[in-house]
């Protein structure tokens, strides 16, 4: 009861809100193109459970941030997964294995967490920092609970945008190209290259980004037209 007299505590979980608010907005981006081809009753369960499994496992990186960030070759593998997952987003591959409707949401939420789990290894820094602002021994309690108030409005953001996708279908390959851009940013800054890039390519954030962006479009959209074509 001491901790929630406590203004430190109410100005740390503030803080955990709003970072993961203004962070959680790739994650509505792929939390709704991995759900778009499912079913309006299917849509909703995947956003939800794949918005609820992604903050506890933020939680739980969180807790191990600093040491996952510091691990060579992660972000580089990360970049990887980034660019598989924005084509196979864009091919519409990510809700369409097997015909049986749980199949499609597991294959839904799938996708979601791996793409969290990889966007989030900079993310969580920023949470973890704000968290430190709150009373001693209250840092986990702050984040279990900070993340979990943002579950409604990640659910809300990742609906929203599923509504605009249906009108207007380029904010797919946007959405796509956008974790291309994330995946190239992240190639950069493995610590096993930083220092390389920094030196030798200016911009090194903007040009691998939109390479990035730019491969997971044109990888996508062949990949698409090779399906569409009679065998």
Request: net charge neutral; charged share 15%.
């Amino acid at each position: 009861m001491e901790l929630l007299s406590s203004t430190t505590f109410w100005i740390a979980l503030g803080s955990i809100i709003l970072t993961n608010i203004v962070l959680s907005g790739d994650n509505a981006v792929v939390i709704a193109l991995a759900s778009r081809n499912l079913p309006p009753a299917q849509q909703k369960k995947a956003i939800f459970w794949g918005s609820a499994a992604a903050i506890i496992m933020r939680v739980v990186l969180t807790v191990a941030a600093v040491k996952l960030l510091s691990l060579p070759y992660l972000k580089i593998v990360g970049a990887v997964l980034l660019v598989y997952i924005g084509v196979q987003l864009l091919t519409g591959d990510d809700g369409e294995e097997g015909h049986d409707g749980k199949d499609n949401i597991w294959a839904a939420i799938r996708t979601i967490l791996i793409a969290d789990l990889v966007m989030s290894l900079d993310n969580v820094v920023a949470v973890a920092a704000a968290a430190q602002k709150g009373p001693e021994g209250s840092q986990l309690m702050l984040l279990i609970i900070g993340l979990g108030l943002s579950i409604p409005l990640i659910v809300f953001g990742s609906t929203l945008l599923l509504k605009v996708m249906e009108r207007f279908p380029v904010i797919i390959v946007l959405g796509a190209a956008l974790l291309g851009y994330l995946a190239g940013e992240m190639l950069v800054s493995d610590p096993v290259d930083a220092a390389w890039f920094e030196i030798h390519v200016p911009h090194a954030h903007l040009v691998f980004g939109a390479a990035g962006a730019i491969l997971v479009v044109i990888i996508g959209k062949l990949l698409s037209r090779r399906s569409a074509q009679p065998a």
